[in-house]
């Protein structure tokens, strides 16, 4: 051999592979989850709407903007585009 002092690794096994796929998974999971709060804090910005910090927070200041009619939020805003104007 070329090189005496190389370490092998052994291969992973079947259960280990599958740990670390979920552990990706979940990663990733995380990240979009993440990303859709920023957007969502950087959307509201725009309005005038000063949003938390953290998800617990964001989430149960959602439904209290979606009920405040004075906050600026457009009936399309609220919808979250679901209403159609042909």
Not at 7 to 34: C, G, N, W, Y
Not at 36 to 42: F, H, L, V, W
Request: glycine share 6%; charged share 25%; aromatic share 4%.
């Amino acid at each position: 051999m070329s090189r005496p002092n190389m370490r092998f690794v052994k291969p992973k096994t079947v259960s280990q592979q599958d740990i670390q796929a979920v552990h990706r998974i979940r990663q990733e999971l995380m990240s979009h989850r993440t990303a859709k709060a920023n957007q969502i804090r950087g959307l509201v910005t725009e309005y005038g709407i000063v949003a938390p910090l953290g998800l617990a927070a964001l989430r149960s200041a959602i439904p209290c903007w979606l009920e405040v009619a004075e906050n600026g939020l457009t009936d399309r805003h609220r919808l979250g585009g679901k209403r159609r104007e042909w």
